[in-house]
């Protein structure tokens, strides 16, 4: 599966492109909100993993734009974890929302729970 990891973190961006691909998938990155855009218009990733404070354009905005012209499954991960925040989340599109800190296995377990809800 091709998954689209945008994070202005470079440690998080990191970890999280080192277990995705252990895990077979293949990773496309971006540092922020522009790139992202444009990252994900050229390669169409099968699911995004998004931050929502990043430079430029926000991950809300980011989430928004691409959700007006497919279906694609998106998770927000971010420190945002106010029941505003993931309200918020949830009206731009995002199919779900992780609270940083976040365990690995449990954000593995949800990348597999949404794409087998498109299976």
Known sequence: MRILVVDDNRDILDLVQRVLVAEGHEVITARDGLDALQREREHTPDL???????PYVDGWEVCRQIKERRTVPIILLTVRAEATDIEHSRSVGADDHVPKPFEIGDLLNRIARLTSMRG
């Open 48 to 54: 995004i993993i998004l931050d929502i404070n990043l």
